[in-house]
C-alpha cells in the first residue's frame, strides 16, 4: 500500500499528461498554465514555509557539540565540528550542505552472539545522497540551455564535463546515469532494509517515482525518442519571457517530462522536501557553541515562580541555626 | 508497588533481535510493559511545584485519569511549543526517514523495539502534529502519515518519551541535525500539562524545589554528610580540613550534585574535591539553598528547569562570591552551558573566572561565570601546581566514559582525558565509535534510573556496558571513570549486570589518590579504604 500507492499516483500523472495532450489537445494547459502555477505555487510556498519557521524564534543555544569545545591555547578545538564563531559556524554548514558531513559519520550497528556490538563505517548512504543530489543540481544547471538564447560558456563547459565519456550520439551525460543509479539505489534501499521499509511512508516513495519518472522522461527524450529540439527551446523561452508560445509537433513526451517536474514543484512546499530550506535553519547545526561566553537572549524569556532563599532560611531556620550555619535573619 | 524481575544478562541478550513486527507501526498498540517504565508522579509532589492536573496515577492501569478536555490541553501545549521553538517546528517538518539514525540509539540497540528508533519515536509525535497542523495532513490523513490523537496514542507517546534519555546521539548523524532529545523534551513538556510526570522525576523535582537539592536533604543533613566525608579524609591522610557552608565573601561558590554526597561512589569523587581545594588553600565554600548542580526540571519543563536553577545564581549573588565552580556531571552541564545564562543572567554581578593559583582567565565562560571542575584542574596540572603520585593508583586500570551532554551539549573532552593521564599510568580508550561525541548513553539519564525500570535501563546500557567489556578483555580495564553523579549511580549498575568486575569512579577521586598533600601521613589506603599497591601486606 505504502509503496503501490505513489507508484499508481506518478502513472497517473504520466498518464494524465499523454492523454491531456495526445487525446485531448490541452497543450495550453500542459505547456503553459500549470508550469506557471506550479513556479508560482513553489515560489510562494517555499517563501511561506520558510518565514513561518523563522516566525519561531530560537531561544536557546543548542548545537550539537561534535567535538573538543573552546578551551585553552593548549587543548585544540575542533573549529568545524564545534565551532565558538561565525567563521567556523558557516564552515560547519558548508560542510554539511556541500559534502553531507554528518552522513558521512555514519556508522552500522551490527550485534553478534555474545552479545558483541560492532559499528563498522558505512558509507552507502552518504555515497547515494551525494551523488543523487550532486548530479540533480548539475542537470538542472544544464537545462539553462533552454532558459536562454545563447547557451552561456560556463553551461558549455558543463556539459562537456558531463559528457567527457564521448559515448553515443547525442553524447551521452555521466550525470543522467548517476542520477538514475542513485534514486533507484534509494528506492532499493528502503524496499531492502526491513527497518527502513518500517518507517518509510507513502510521502517517501512519491517523490523518489516522481524524480524517476522525470529523470526517465528526459533520457527517453534525449536518447530515444527525439522531440522536436527547436520547438521545445522556443516554447521554453516563451515561458521564461513571459511571451508563452505552443509551436507544433514537439512530441508528447516533452508535456509528460513537464508535468512531472510541474508536479515536483508543486509538492516541493507541502512535503518533507523542504529540508533544502530547513537543513539551513537547524538550531543544532547553524549555532556557534559560545553561549557561555556570549550571553543567548531568549525573546520570550519571562519571570517565573522560584523558591527563594528567605523562603527557605524561613523554613529552616531554626535547624539552621543549630548546626551553626549563618542566617540573614536572627 | 510489588517488585519487577528483571532478566537475566544471558537471557535479555539471547532473545534481541533487530526485526520488525508484521503490522505496521501505526497498527501495533504500545504494550506497556513491566520492567520498563517508572511509577506515575504523586499528586502531593506535582503540587509542590504548582504543576496541572496534580494527582496519583499508574502507568499499568487502564484508566489514566486524564482531565476531560485532555486533548485541547495537548494541542495548545503544542501550538505553544511550534509556537515558541523553532526546533520544533523544523524537526517536526524537515525528517526525510533516510533511517541514518535508526540504529544510533542506545535504546533501540538494547531492545530491538523499533519504536526506539529516534526516527521512529519522533514519528511518534510527528504523525499527530501532521493530523492537526500540517495542510497534507488534514487532507489526506493516513496516506500523509497522520493519525488521530486517541489515549492509546497519548499512552504510547507517553512510553516512548520516558524511553528516550536525551542523549542527542541521533543528532549528530542526522543529515540536517534534528535532535531528538528535543523532541523528546517537548513531548514530555506535553505529558506533563496532562500530569503524567513520573515519580522518579518529580519526587526530586519538588525535594530540590523545597529543600535546595534532588534528595530532599535538609542544611544540617548536607553538613552531616560533609562531616562524614572529613573523618575519611582524616583517616586516609592525616589531615583535618574544614569545609565552609553559606559562607558570605568567599571568592568561589562551588555547586555539585547531590548524589555526590549521597552514596558511594559519589562521596568519593566528593571527598577529592574537597582535598584538592583544600591543598590549594581554595577560598571557597558551599552553599546549602543551592546545593543542587544536576536539575531534574529539565526532564518535565523549561519552566520547572529554569525554577530550580535560579537558585545557583541567586546564591551567588547573596553570598557575594566572583564565580562559581561546578562539581563532576553530565546533565547539568549541557544546562549550565546552553540554558543558565539565557533563564537566570546576566551574571553581571560576578567576574570573569581567574583561577587564584595559576592566574589563568577562563575566557570561554566569561558570561556565565561558572567553570567546570575538570577545567580549573587540567589548568593546575598544566602549570605544574599540584604534586602527584600516579603509582597510587596503579592498581587500576581505567578506561573514561564521555557523558552524552558534556560531549554533544558542551564540547569537554580533552580536560578530563588530559586530567586522567597525569594521574594513572593505566588509560585506555574505549572503541572510536563509542566515545567522545559518539560516546553511547549511560542508559538511565533523564530521571530514568528507577529502579522499576531496571529492564529498560539494562537494555539502554548494553552499547556503552559492551564497549566497556572490549576494553576489559583487551587490556584488563577495571575501573570506569566518568565526570557524570548519575553515571556513578547507573554505570555501577550496568556494570555488575553486564560487565562484572568494573567499578566505577569520578575523575576527582582519582585526582585526590595521586594527590601529595602537604603534611600528609603516610597513605596506607586509596579512598575506598582499599590499601595502595605496594601496602597490601601492611
Ligand atoms: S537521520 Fe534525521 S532525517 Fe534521517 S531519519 Fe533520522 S531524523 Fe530523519
Ligand atoms: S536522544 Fe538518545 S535516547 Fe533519545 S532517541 Fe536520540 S539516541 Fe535515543
Known amino acids: 500500500m505504502k509503496i503501490v500507492l505513489p507508484l499508481v499516483a506518478v502513472i497517473m500523472l504520466v498518464v494524465l499528461a499523454f492523454a491531456g495532450v495526445q487525446v485531448a489537445g490541452m497543450q495550453f494547459l500542459f505547456g503553459v498554465l500549470i508550469p506557471y502555477l506550479a513556479i508560482a505555487f513553489f515560489i510562494a510556498g517555499f517563501i511561506y514555509r520558510v518565514i513561518k519557521w523563522g516566525m519561531s524564534p530560537v531561544p536557546f543555544c543548542i548545537p550539537t557539540t561534535a567535538g573538543q569545545m573552546k578551551s585553552f591555547p593548549w587543548i585544540k578545538q575542533n573549529k568545524l565540528d564545534n565551532p565558538s564563531s561565525t567563521m567556523g559556524v558557516v564552515g560547519r554548514m558548508a560542510l554539511e550542505v556541500l559534502v553531507f558531513r554528518s552522513l558521512f559519520r555514519n556508522t552500522k550497528t551490527e550485534l553478534r552472539e555474545g552479545p558483541q556490538l560492532s559499528y563498522g563505517s558505512e558509507k552507502f548512504l552518504w555515497i547515494a545522497g551525494l551523488a543523487f543530489h550532486w548530479s540533480f543540481l548539475i542537470i538542472f544547471i544544464r537545462h539553462f540551455r533552454f532558459f536562454m538564447l545563447e547557451t552561456p560558456f560556463v553551461i558549455q563547459m558543463i556539459e562537456g564535463l558531463d559528457s567527457f565519456l564521448q559515448i553515443g550520439a547525442p553524447l551521452l551525460y555521466l550525470t543522467d546515469v548517476v542520477l538514475l543509479g542513485a534514486v533507484t539505489f534509494l528506492v532499493f534501499r528502503r524496499l531492502a532494509m526491513p527497518l527502513i521499509k518500517y518507517i518509510s511512508l507513502p510521502a517517501d516513495y512519491f517523490p523518489l517515482f516522481l524524480i524517476l519518472g522525470i529523470a526517465t522522461s528526459g533520457i527517453l527524450m534525449r536518447y530515444f525518442m527525439k522531440v522536436h529540439i527547436v520547438g521545445v527551446k522556443e516554447m521554453v523561452l516563451g515561458l521564461v519571457s513571459f511571451n508563452p508560445v505552443v509551436p507544433e509537433g514537439i512530441g508528447v513526451i516533452f508535456y509528460i517530462h513537464l508535468f512531472l517536474v510541474s508536479t515536483l514543484l508543486a509538492y516541493f512546499p507541502l512535503s518533507k522536501l523542504m529540508h533544502m530550506g530547513g537543513v539551513f535553519m537547524s538550531p543544532t547545526r547553524n549555532m556557534a557553541n559560545n553561549s557561555r561566553e556570549v550571553r543567548h537572549v531568549n525573546p520570550w524569556n519571562y519571570p517565573v515562580h522560584v523558591h527563594t532563599y528567605d523562603e527557605y532560611e524561613d523554613e529552616f531556620r531554626e535547624k539552621m541555626k543549630k548546626a551553626g550555619l549563618p542566617v540573614e535573619k536572627e | 508497588m510489588a517488585k519487577v524481575n528483571t532478566p537475566k544478562p544471558a537471557e535479555l541478550a539471547e532473545a534481541l533481535e533487530y526485526t520488525t513486527p508484521q503490522t505496521e507501526w501505526m497498527e501495533t498498540p504500545a504494550v506497556i510493559k513491566p520492567g520498563t517504565f517508572c511509577w506515575g508522579a504523586k499528586g502531593k509532589n506535582l503540587g509542590i511545584v504548582e504543576f496541572p492536573n496534580a494527582r496519583d496515577w499508574n502507568p499499568s492501569e487502564e484508566d489514566w485519569k486524564l482531565p476531560e478536555n485532555w486533548q485541547e490541553i495537548f494541542f495548545t501545549g503544542m501550538k505553544n ?63 500523509a502519515g497522520a493519525r488521530p490523537l486517541t489515549v492509546d496514542v497519548l499512552k504510547e507517546l507517553w512510553y516512548y518519551f520516558y524511553q528516550c534519555t536525551e542523549c542527542r546521539r541521533c543528532s549528530l548523524f542526522c543529515p540536517y541535525g534534528i535532535d531528538t532529545a528535543e523532541i523528546t523534551m517537548m513531548g514530555r513538556e506535553l505529558t506533563n500539562l496532562l500530569g503524567l510526570n513520573t515519580d522518579w522525576i518529580s519526587g526530586p523535582v519538588a525535594n530540590c524545589y523545597m529543600k535546595g537539592n534532588h534528595l530532599g536533604l535538609e542544611p544540617h543533613a548536607i553538613m552531616n554528610s560533609i562531616e562524614g566525608m572529613v573523618d575519611d579524609i582524616e583517616t586516609i591522610t592525616g589531615i583535618r580540613i574544614n569545609p565552609s557552608f553559606n559562607r558570605k565573601g568567599a571568592e568561589i561558590l562551588f555547586v555539585t550534585p547531590s548524589g555526590d554526597l549521597f552514596a558511594d561512589p559519589g562521596t568519593y569523587t566528593a571527598m577529592g574535591y574537597m582535598m584538592l581545594f583544600h591543598e590549594l588553600g581554595l577560598d571557597y565554600t558551599w552553599s546549602t539553598y543551592a546545593s543542587e548542580g544536576g536539575n531534574f526540571g529539565f526532564f518535565s519543563s523549561n519552566e520547572m528547569a529554569k525554577r530550580l536553577n535560579s537558585k545557583i545564581y541567586a546564591e551567588a549573588k547573596r553570598l557575594g562570591v566572583k564565580y562559581i565552580i561546578g562539581g563532576e556531571c553530565g546533565h547539568m552541564w549541557r544546562v549550565l552551558t546552553q540554558y543558565m545564562d539565557t533563564w537566570n543572567g546576566p551574571a553581571d554581578f560576578m567576574e570573569v573566572p581567574v583561577s587564584p593559583i595559576t592566574g589563568t582567565r577562563f575566557e570561554n565562560s566569561k558570561s556565565t561565570k561558572m567553570i567546570h571542575i575538570t577545567e580549573f584542574t587540567a589548568d593546575l596540572i598544566k602549570n605544574n601546581k ?39 599510568n593505566n588509560f585506555h580508550e574505549m572503541p572510536e565509535n563509542t566515545i567522545r561525541e559518539q560516546t553511547f548513553c549511560c542508559g538511565s539519564g533523564t530521571g530514568l534510573n528507577a529502579s522499576e525500570n531496571m529492564e529498560l535501563r539494562m537494555r539502554g546500557g548494553l552499547p556503552r556496558a559492551n564497549a566497556v567489556k572490549f576494553v576489559k578483555e583487551k587490556h584488563g580495564v577495571n575501573m570506569l571513570a566518568n565526570i557524570c553523579a548519575i553515571d556513578r549511580a547507573t554505570l555501577s549498575a550496568s556494570m555488575d549486570y553486564w560487565v562484572p568486575g568494573v567499578k566505577v569512579t569520578g575523575v576527582h577521586e582519582l585526582v585526590a589518590n595521586a594527590l601529595i598533600m602537604t603534611g600528609e601521613k603516610e597513605r596506607e589506603t586509596n579512598l575506598r579504604g582499599d590499601a595502595l599497591p605496594g601496602k597490601e601486606g601492611n
Open chain 2, 81 to 143: 511549543l511550534l509556537d515558541k521553538y523553532r526546533s520544533f517546528k523544523v524537526f517536526m517538518d524537515i525528517c526525510v526517514r533516510c533511517g541514518a539514525c535508526a540504529d544510533k540509539c542506545h535504546f533501540f540497540i538494547g531492545s530491538g523495539d523499533p519504536k526506539n528508533m529516534p526516527v521512529l519515536r519522533a514519528e511518534l509525535l510527528r504523525s499527530v502534529y501532521r493530523n492537526d497542523f500540517t495542510l497534507a495532513g488534514k487532507i489526506l490523513g493516513k496516506i
Open chain 2, 386 to 424: 599540584l604534586k602527584l603520585d600516579p603509582s597510587r593508583n596503579d592498581d587500576l586500570v581505567i578506561t573514561y566514559h564521555d557523558s552524552c551532554n558534556t560531549a554533544r551539549g558542551m564540547g569537554l573532552m580533552d580536560e578530563p582525558r588530559y586530567i586522567i593521564n597525569n594521574v594513572c
